[in-house]
């Protein structure tokens, strides 16, 4: 009797074990090589659109003078933005630093970018997750019969069904890479695409400062142009009312008081325009500080004419170089790129050995 019991507990112990090994081969974690980060064909990742200025002369109506106008034309996401939280303005009164703020906050140019920023800095944290540590745990419970007859194992006298029993089974693992070269290059090349991405988004900001700037001062040059036909419309008043006096008295011919008169009705129409051209670039500038385009708001701030301090060639491509986000960030982008293309030309060298 004691023989059968051992020979019954041996075979059970014996197939647990086996069951218990296939459980270890299967969960046993594969090792695979570290894979190289794809690059896009092109280093340049930013987004479309852009900020630029036209000047255009335009000749004089009663003078040979020309004038010189000066444009600034917004493209791509900067010439929109989002809603803004706050519509209404304090007093129907907008300065340029609180422009400049809903610009910075609203305009789809610098949401863009800082959308990008965010998605760098989180392409960079996934590639140094494979230079830290990794560690993990297990635990299962196997509840379960043996039949022994199915096994070929028959013992007279005993039962063929083995069981229930159960088992647990606790795992810890803890995995460390030593040195790996392309994990260590593709972080790398992350934190230059972070950087890239980083200066991409100043340059948005400046392209945003620059797009509202220039529509605030658009606005501002409408104003004045308005203010500067209504004085031309007040001399045309002034003029028509002497020519039909004079004409009253048989001073002057009905063909003077017929030009003085068209030309009140020209002066005239000039405003009706320039009312209509004010009207949109309010429009324009509501556009892209997340202002609703019905927006009733007038400008507080008058910016005089200020002449520019000189600057020479050279000195313009020193702060160019130093100031300007756009070629700090192409040269981050070059940095990313020639670290991809060391990781490629060493995966190339080690399969070729």
């Known amino acids: 009797m004691i023989l059968r019991t051992l020979v019954i507990v041996f075979a059970a112990i014996t197939l647990v074990a086996r069951f218990a090994w296939a459980q270890l081969q299967q969960s046993a974690p594969q090792s695979a090589g570290s894979q190289a980060v794809q690059l896009p064909l092109s280093g340049r990742t930013g987004q479309g659109g852009g900020v630029v200025v036209n000047q255009a002369t335009i000749p004089g109506v009663t003078t040979s003078v020309n004038t010189l106008s000066t444009t600034v034309q917004v493209q791509g996401p900067y010439s929109g933005s989002i809603a803004a939280r706050t519509p209404a303005l304090a007093e129907g009164k907008l300065s340029l630093k609180e422009a400049i703020r809903r610009g910075l906050q609203y305009n789809l140019g610098n949401i863009g970018m800082s959308q990008a920023v965010r998605q760098s800095r989180g392409q960079s944290l996934v590639a140094r997750s494979g230079l830290l540590p990794n560690v993990s745990a297990n635990l299962r419970e196997n509840l379960q019969q043996v039949n022994l007859a199915a096994f070929g194992i028959r013992v007279p006298g005993a039962r063929s069904i083995v069981g229930p029993f159960n088992y647990f089974d606790l795992r810890a693992t803890l995995n460390q890479t030593v040195f790996d070269f392309t994990t260590l290059n593709n972080y790398r090349a992350t934190k ?144 990313k790129n020639r670290i991809g293309d060391g990781i490629v030309i060493v995966k190339k060298s080690v399969n070729n050995k």
């Open 192 to 335: 230059a695409a972070t950087e890239a991405a980083e200066m991409a988004n100043k340059d948005a900001k400046d392209l945003v400062v620059f797009a509202v700037s220039g529509a605030y001062l658009q606005v501002i040059a409408a104003q004045a142009r308005i203010r500067s036909v209504e004085s031309q419309i007040e001399t045309a008043k002034i003029v028509f009312s002497q020519m039909q006096q004079q004409r009253s008295v048989g001073v002057v011919a009905q063909i003077d008081v017929n030009r003085s008169q068209v030309e009140l009705q020209t002066q005239q129409q000039r405003l009706v325009s320039l009312q209509n051209d004010y009207a949109k670039q309010k429009i324009n500038l509501a556009r892209i500080i997340g202002l609703p385009p019905a927006a009733n708001f007038n400008t507080s701030d008058d910016i005089p004419f200020a002449l520019a301090s000189p600057l020479t060639v050279d000195e313009g491509l020193l702060q160019a170089r130093e100031n300007r986000a756009d070629l700090k960030a192409a040269e981050a982008q070059v940095l």
